[in-house]
Every structure is written in C-alpha cells, then in structure tokens.
C-alpha cells in the first residue's frame, strides 16, 4: 500500500480486538494495481478493493475489512519505478 508518499507492506497478523472508533481513517484504496507491481502513488495497493478505508494507528496504517485489522508498516519512502 502506498500512502502519504510512504510504501508499507505487511506488519504482522491480523487483529479483533481494535476499536475502529479510535482510530482515525486518513483515505480509502483508490486504485488496485496489478499483483505483480509495486504500488508507487498515494492510496493505491496491490491487494485491497478501491474504497477500502484506510486507517493512521501510530507509526502504523491499519486497512480493515469489515472483521480483521490488518497493520502496515513503512518500507521505503521513496516511489518504487
């Protein structure tokens, strides 16, 4: 996922117990990029449907999909070409 110029990729395990109230949502997934490329320009992924929202928890960002928070963590900070 690439957000707010920043690459992340997965932080781990899914988590239940969040409360998506406390967090604050910053977009949602605006394009789906091919599996295959890397995502290299704001709110686009590889793995998420368009209009998943996306949520800031700490360092983190956290996309949620209706049952499981899912954390990213930072990879790179500069777009992968």
């Known amino acids: 996922i690439y957000v707010n110029d920043c690459l992340y990729g997965s932080g781990g395990r899914g988590m239940k117990d969040l ?3 406390s967090l604050t949502q910053i977009g949602v997934i605006e394009r789906n990029v091919k599996f295959y ?3 290299n320009e ?3 992924a590889n ?3 368009v ?3 996306i949520y800031q928890w700490g360092d983190q960002i ?3 999909d209706g ?3 899912w ?3 930072t990879e790179a900070t500069e777009p992968q070409k």
């Open 71 to 73: 954390p990213y963590e």
């Open 37 to 39: 490329n890397m995502p």
């Open 62 to 64: 956290i996309i949620y």
């Open 42 to 44: 704001n709110f686009h």
């Open 67 to 69: 049952e499981t928070f």
């Open 19 to 21: 409360d998506v109230e």
């Open 51 to 53: 209009g998943t929202p």
């Open 47 to 49: 793995h998420w449907e």
